[in-house]
């Protein structure tokens, strides 16, 4: 019996030497996997760990980086969870699982963890970008621009992704299994990536694979087309790190991205250049050539950058020689990764970015640039270019309109989906509120915009020294603006959206203001006093008359006034004309001796107390004010432009 025992014990230690060998091997080969970048192939591996609980905790630590790493967020999280309140885990997990969270919509949490990752990294940028104020920022973008996008046809059950159109067809790359044959990928399982075509606009046309010496057995993808200095066409591509039938290893026996030129000879794209600006130690890809053939964008993680992927640009020989490597700088670039850039006929830049706020994973931005072209701020593409998942390989065509773009969001076909979208851009109003008369750019006019449906205020501005003025207006909306300054009667002005063409983005509303016939409010003027029993004009009447000789020598060269003279109803009428007609006489003739034409004034005449503008007849039944109302100076216009007639 004893013995008996001795061998059961002996057996089940054996047993148990034979289960931890295995999952020693399990976690050797899982680990081989996972630096050879073979996340599908780790992942089991890992898992198998989990479940025998041997070095779980260690098992899902790598679980939750395969699964941030092929870009499936919702299955990293629970291998987060089970790791991240570890006291040894390192800071940059709780980033990592924040931005998890974020993409899975569990905001709240995610700004948990951000909260508490910046406590450890205050300096990263990507903390100041995505806590705002202490709270997690939102996305903004501009509402008014309008995308919609709808899957191409053309889209495999594998990964499809990068389009881009020259003479016709569509360039993208793909794994598709019923096309490339050979190993898969252990990335994620899938076949190596292969540059295809396919025509346009011809849904019946099948994906052909490039002819010539392109695809090789490692991927190739994100092609742009440019031309040489002999006005030949160039395709630029991204591959791993093989030419002339040969790969190049990094440090770490990687093979890094690098990006090539080829030519089409003969039916044919021919290899014919690996561009000097690669290497063997970093990757370089995702091409995109400027329409002036002086510039080419491109992405790598090249030493010396912001993050892990950052965009850079280089100038173009004339001959073709790539310059050095410019970083885009630290307003495009972050901690995360940035990449995909494409530059459109307009020079702005396009970019996919994890390290932007956005709604979760890469998201598509594109770059603000002041009047001098510098970059000052970026922008999200907003939804539905954008989704929870990740939207990257914006390509735009030359009309400004449509374009693709590629995601591996949910409702795909495949792991990346190629989607094509038609862009609505934001309409605006602008236009310049102009005197009627003499033609001039009026400023401080208050505008409104109303919406004529609602029957609401949407806007409000004032008129700048030009007299300009803009707004943001829906599309199919009928509109009203008042335009309104205290010289000129408020104006009304119609106009609707409805058939603006998709293209447009500005529309143009002028508007014309006739000035009030009132040179007091025309000038401005406050009140002209002159001393107790006299006409003498002293210096504030001079100063209010000049304004009087503004009006009509700069702004209304052609106005002809009358001038009239009114006291208060103290005193007889015999000394009250005389006083008024003194003061209308020594105001015309101020007037004329600083420079108003003789002829423009018709009459000056002074009329007493005979035209009250109120009930006053006496001190005793008026206020001080109410006879100070009746002292006033006017000038009734008679002419305010050649031919029109303002009063008689």
């Known amino acids: 019996m004893k013995n008996y025992k001795n061998l059961v014990l002996l057996t089940l230690l054996f047993l148990v030497g034979q289960f931890t060998i295995a999952q020693i091997a399990s976690q050797k080969k899982a680990d081989y996997y996972f630096s050879k970048f073979s996340y599908s192939l780790a992942i089991p591996e890992y898992e198998r760990m989990v479940e025998t609980d041997f070095n779980a905790e260690y098992a899902h630590q790598q679980l939750a980086e395969c699964y941030l790493l092929i870009r499936d967020y919702k299955k990293s999280i629970p291998h987060f969870k089970a790791v991240i309140n570890n006291a040894t885990l390192p800071t940059d997990y709780y980033f990592k699982y924040a931005m998890a969270l974020y993409a899975n919509g569990d905001l709240d949490e995610s700004e948990t963890w951000l909260k508490k990752y910046k406590k450890y990294n205050k300096n990263d940028s990507r903390v100041k970008r995505f806590l705002k104020d202490g709270n997690l920022a939102s996305v903004v973008f501009n509402s008014r621009q309008r995308y919609e996008v709808e899957p191409v046809s053309f889209n495999s059950t594998d990964s499809d992704f990068g389009a881009f159109r020259f003479l016709g067809n569509i360039y993208f790359a793909s794994s598709r299994r019923d096309v490339v044959t050979g190993e898969t990928y252990g990335w994620n399982d899938e076949p190596w990536l292969d540059l295809f075509a396919v025509q346009e606009d011809n849904p019946m046309s099948e994906p052909i694979r490039l002819k010539g010496d392109i695809n090789t057995k490692f991927h190739e993808s ?159 593409l907003g939804t539905p270019i954008n989704s929870s998942s990740d939207d990257f390989a914006y390509y735009g065509l030359p009309n400004g309109l449509d374009g693709y773009v590629s995601s591996n969001r949910e409702g795909g076909v495949g792991s990346d989906d190629i989607y094509k979208f038609k862009f609505t851009p934001a309409l605006n109003v602008e236009g310049y509120v102009v005197d009627g ?62 058939s603006t063409p998709k293209a447009q983005k500005l529309m143009r509303q002028d508007i014309v203001l006739e000035p009030v016939l009132d040179l007091k409010v025309l000038a401005g003027l406050n009140k002209i006093y002159f001393d107790f029993n006299k006409s003498d004009i002293r210096p504030d009447a001079a100063a209010e008359l000049n304004k009087v000789i503004k009006v009509m020598n700069i702004t209304y060269p052609d106005m002809i006034i009358k001038l009239e003279a009114h006291t208060d109803p103290v005193g007889s009428h015999a000394y009250n004309d005389d006083l008024s007609e003194r003061r209308a006489k020594s105001t015309y003739e101020y007037l004329i001796e600083n420079g108003v034409s003789k002829d423009r004034i018709v009459s000056y005449k002074g009329f007493g107390k005979r035209v009250p503008i109120n009930h006053c007849t006496s001190k005793q039944d008026c206020s001080a004010e109410e006879l100070e109302l009746n002292r006033r100076t006017e000038f009734p216009i008679l002419q305010i432009k050649k031919g029109i007639v303002a009063s008689k």
Request: glycine share 8%; no cysteine; hydrophobic share 30%.
């Open 222 to 380: 994100s092609v742009a087309f440019s031309t040489d200095y002999k006005n030949d066409t160039i395709m630029y591509f991204t591959r791993n790190n093989f030419y002339d039938k040969k790969a190049g290893y990094g440090v770490s026996n990687e093979i890094n991205l690098k990006i090539y030129s080829a030519k089409f000879v003969d039916g044919k794209w021919v290899e014919n250049s690996n561009l000097r600006m690669n290497s063997d130690y970093y990757s370089t890809g995702h091409p995109s050539v400027n329409q002036s053939r002086t510039r080419i964008y491109f992405a790598s993680d090249r030493p010396g950058g912001y993050g892990g992927t950052d965009i850079y640009y280089a100038e173009i020989h004339e001959r073709g020689g790539i310059q050095t490597p410019i970083n885009a700088g630290p307003i495009v670039n972050t901690e995360g990764n940035e990449m995909f850039p494409f530059i459109n006929e307009e020079g702005k830049l396009f970019f996919s970015s994890d390290g932007h706020v956005g709604f979760g994973q890469l998201d598509v931005f594109s770059t603000i640039s002041n009047e001098d072209g510098e970059v000052i701020d970026i922008i999200n």
């Open 437 to 498: 008369v003499n033609n001039q750019m009026l400023d401080s006019v208050t505008v409104k915009l109303f919406d004529q449906i609602t029957n609401t205020l949407v806007a409000q501005t004032t008129t700048d020294e030009n007299g300009y003025y803009r707004f943001p207006v829906n599309r199919k909306t009928t509109y009203m603006i008042e335009a309104v300054r205290k010289t000129h009667p408020h104006k009304n002005v119609f106009f609707n959206t409805s």
